[in-house]
């Protein structure tokens, strides 16, 4: 929301009052609503279709969505069109006030308002998954949640104040990211809100709902996730006019936050619980305003913003939070602490640069490359530059095929921060673990082929599951290989797991038939794992885990002389040109083997079919043996209609 800065006055301001006409929605009648969605508007009129239109398109029933939209003194027509909308749309109510200068007394009134078991808070210029209330209230019904985080999408230019990706019914705000977005958009038990007299700082742009959210994490008892959807959309404005990116009075600003700092601190006590929050304050709120804003301002204007953030720093910046923070708010923390203003604002101009300057690899870490890096005329400890335990594989896998009985694939990898000189393809299986090397190009592109029957240091793989990983390596100042002699060491490498998207290059997952060295064929199949995703490699000489054969379907007849026959159809990647196939009849105690002939199509695809010049009579189960050297298998045939095993009656013909 975008608001005037002028104030509303208290709560019993003559203008917080429904308009008449608009309070459709209100029949006593009505059935108590689930949800209530409380909507803060001021002059949002463009994105109002937008916003509420999600709301009304719910697939949650209508009848158990409330809607209270509070018109904050806009002065753009938003008012009219929420009267327009309360009179065709009976569950919304609009409440039309003078401008309160926040969302805090908007979302306030909604709440004081509110009927249903459960509010959610929209701001007007967002707006919902299409399920997205449905799925939260069932998440909150079935594990009693007081407090629902829907998954959030940045769009328009603004990101995601954090990436929640693991559905859970209950998080803890030490081991999970929850504490990092205490926005306002997600759903709160209202009976929750009201036992503990939750409400919002009225009459603040920025960060109004930070003790509504600081108190409701603290206090609440169950906590969960919805990760598998996508539920809230946060939307950038194209005029630039989010209240997040408005200009403020900072040292004012600062001030606030050391009030909503010192209501934390007398909630959780010192220590590395309160620690892990604070990290999360300076990164969102303390450290925020040394960036753009700070370099806007004149010496004054400067030094009234030290002066405001010092006292927070010098009473929350412990060990711990400092080891925590990233290097450049690391450096400006130091820099606040020990009174340093021209190596802060070095370090602020040096973020607002348009090409960052790369970190400095050496003796296995990494630095990052900002001003007075043992700079003698700047002492600067090494350990506020050091980014070591930071760099991680930015990475993407781009194809996964298999060619023959080798697996090829390619992506894209690199070291954040600090590029890459060498990729490899790590499989790792029960402590063991082996690298192939891959290609890796200028344009940070590589390409890996693992064979099985060679992946091993020139020896096949041993069977099982085996994780696939990349390994990226960069080498730091001097450590560039000589035109003759060994390889370098690398300075710096880490690995990751290759995880495809759910949409993505891996999509030859069906079990195939590979080499695998002297022992001869074995079965290998691609798989992700649960819940992550992470990509593996599933080597299975048993036929156990990965049975060959899915599509196979047969029919069984009788020809016009009274011989039965049999017929069967199936893919088999990779299978071997000399491989046998052969019908096989089961019952309870025998097992005939038949002639059977096999033709080979394109695309690993089999046609098998029998004819019986006699037998024994009875009903038998179909199976197709399949031989390819040491590998046999007996694959169950199923009926055409696929209603379960295919049998095949033989008459007696000796009457």
């Known amino acids: 929301m975008s608001h005037h800065p002028d104030d509303a006055g208290g709560p019993d301001h003559p203008g917080a009052a429904p308009r008449p006409g608009a309070t459709a929605g209100s029949d006593p009648a009505r059935t108590a609503?689930?949800?209530?969605?409380?909507?803060?508007?001021?002059?949002?009129?463009?994105?109002?279709?937008?916003?509420?239109?999600?709301?009304?398109?719910?697939?949650?029933?209508?009848?158990?969505?409330?809607?209270?939209?509070?018109?904050?003194?806009?002065?753009?027509?938003?008012?009219?069109?929420?009267?327009?909308?309360?009179?065709?749309?009976?569950?919304?109510?609009?409440?039309?006030?003078?401008?309160?200068?926040?969302?805090?007394?908007?979302?306030?009134?909604?709440?004081?308002?509110?009927?249903?078991?459960?509010?959610?808070?929209?701001?007007?210029?967002?707006?919902?998954?299409?399920?997205?209330?449905?799925?939260?209230?069932?998440?909150?019904?079935?594990?009693?949640?007081?407090?629902?985080?829907?998954?959030?999408?940045?769009?328009?230019?603004?990101?995601?104040?954090?990436?929640?990706?693991?559905?859970?019914?209950?998080?803890?705000?030490?081991?999970?990211?929850?504490?990092?977005?205490?926005?306002?958009?997600?759903?709160?038990?209202?009976?929750?809100?009201?036992?503990?007299?939750?409400?919002?700082?009225?009459?603040?742009?920025?960060?109004?709902?930070?003790?509504?959210?600081?108190?409701?994490?603290?206090?609440?008892?169950?906590?969960?996730?919805?990760?598998?959807?996508?539920?809230?959309?946060?939307?950038?404005?194209?005029?630039?006019?989010?209240?997040?990116?408005?200009?403020?009075?900072w040292p004012a600003y600062l001030a606030y936050i050391g009030t909503v700092l010192a209501g934390l601190a007398a909630e959780v006590p010192p220590g590395p619980d309160r620690d892990r929050l604070l990290v999360r304050h300076f990164h969102g709120e303390i450290l925020m305003p040394f960036a753009a804003p700070y370099l806007a301002r004149d010496e004054a204007g400067?030094?009234?913003?030290?002066?405001?953030?010092?006292?927070?720093?010098?009473?929350?910046?412990?060990?711990?939070?400092?080891?925590?923070?990233?290097?450049?708010?690391?450096?400006?923390?130091?820099?606040?602490?020990?009174?340093?203003?021209?190596?802060?604002?070095?370090?602020?101009?040096?973020?607002?640069?348009?090409?960052?300057?790369?970190?400095?690899?050496?003796?296995?870490?990494?630095?990052?490359?900002?001003?007075?890096?043992?700079?003698?005329?700047?002492?600067?400890?090494?350990?506020?530059?050091?980014?070591?335990?930071?760099?991680?594989?930015?990475?993407?896998?781009?194809?996964?095929?298999?060619?023959?009985?080798?697996?090829?694939?390619?992506?894209?990898?690199?070291?954040?921060?600090?590029?890459?000189?060498?990729?490899?393809l790590v499989l790792h299986r029960s402590g063991a673990h082996h690298r192939i090397p891959a290609a890796y190009g200028p344009d940070g592109t590589w390409h890996a082929a693992l064979d099985p029957a060679t992946a091993a240091g020139g020896a096949p793989l041993a069977d099982g599951v085996w994780g696939l990983k990349i390994g990226v390596a960069v080498h730091g100042a001097g450590?560039?290989?000589?035109?003759?002699?060994?390889?370098?060491?690398?300075?710096?490498?880490?690995?990751?797991?290759?995880?495809?998207?759910?949409?993505?290059?891996?999509?030859?997952?069906?079990?195939?038939?590979?080499?695998?060295?002297p022992a001869g064929p074995t079965v290998a199949a691609l798989f992700r794992s649960s819940p992550h995703g992470h990509l593996h490699l599933d080597l299975d000489h048993d036929g156990a885990r990965r049975p060959l054969g899915a599509d196979l379907h047969g029919e069984a007849g009788c020809t016009r002389t009274g011989r039965a026959t049999v017929a069967a159809r199936l893919t088999l990647p990779g299978c071997p040109t000399d491989a046998g196939l052969q019908f096989v009849l089961r019952d309870g105690t025998r097992t005939v083997a038949l002639r059977t002939t096999v033709e080979r199509a394109a695309g690993d695809r089999y046609r098998a079919h029998s004819r019986l010049r006699g037998g024994p009579p009875g009903t038998w189960r179909v199976a197709l043996r399949l031989t390819a050297g040491g590998l046999r298998r007996e694959l169950p045939v199923r009926s055409a209609d696929g209603t379960g095993p295919l049998t095949l009656t033989v008459p007696d013909r000796r009457g």
């Open 479 to 517: 450590e560039a290989a000589a035109a003759e002699g060994p390889a370098p060491v690398p300075a710096l490498r880490r690995e990751a797991w290759l995880v495809p998207e759910a949409d993505g290059p891996v999509t030859d997952t069906a079990p195939r038939i590979v080499s695998h060295g």
């Open 33 to 249: 609503p689930t949800v209530t969605v409380i909507v803060p508007v001021h002059n949002t009129r463009r994105y109002l279709d937008r916003s509420l239109g999600s709301v009304f398109a719910q697939t949650l029933d209508r009848h158990r969505i409330e809607v209270i939209a509070v018109d904050d003194g806009s002065t753009d027509g938003s008012g009219a069109w929420l009267d327009a909308a309360a009179a065709t749309h009976p569950h919304l109510t609009v409440v039309h006030q003078p401008p309160s200068g926040g969302a805090g007394r908007p979302r306030n009134v909604g709440l004081d308002r509110a009927t249903g078991d459960y509010v959610f808070f929209l701001d007007s210029d967002d707006h919902l998954g299409p399920e997205a209330l449905q799925r939260l209230v069932a998440m909150a019904e079935e594990y009693g949640s007081d407090i629902v985080y829907g998954r959030i999408v940045g769009t328009g230019g603004r990101g995601a104040p954090v990436d929640l990706r693991t559905t859970s019914p209950r998080v803890s705000l030490h081991d999970s990211p929850v504490y990092w977005t205490l926005a306002a958009y997600k759903l709160f038990r209202r009976s929750f809100v009201e036992r503990h007299a939750l409400r919002f700082v009225e009459g603040r742009l920025l960060a109004e709902d930070l003790p509504f959210g600081i108190t409701a994490l603290l206090r609440a008892e169950v906590v969960s996730v919805l990760a598998d959807y996508d539920c809230y959309y946060l939307h950038g404005r194209d005029d630039d006019s989010n209240a997040s990116r408005q200009d403020v009075d």
């Open 302 to 424: 400067r030094r009234a913003m030290r002066d405001a953030a010092r006292p927070l720093v010098d009473r929350y910046l412990t060990d711990r939070v400092l080891a925590a923070l990233p290097p450049g708010l690391r450096l400006r923390a130091h820099c606040l602490r020990a009174g340093l203003d021209a190596e802060l604002a070095a370090v602020v101009r040096a973020d607002s640069a348009a090409a960052p300057a790369p970190p400095r690899i050496e003796d296995g870490r990494a630095y990052a490359g900002y001003p007075h890096f043992r700079d003698p005329e700047h002492p600067l400890p090494d350990a506020l530059f050091d980014l070591t335990d930071r760099i991680a594989v930015r990475q993407r896998l781009d194809g996964a095929r298999w060619v023959g009985g080798v697996l090829h694939l390619r992506g894209t990898a690199t070291l954040r921060t600090a590029g890459a000189d060498a990729v490899d």
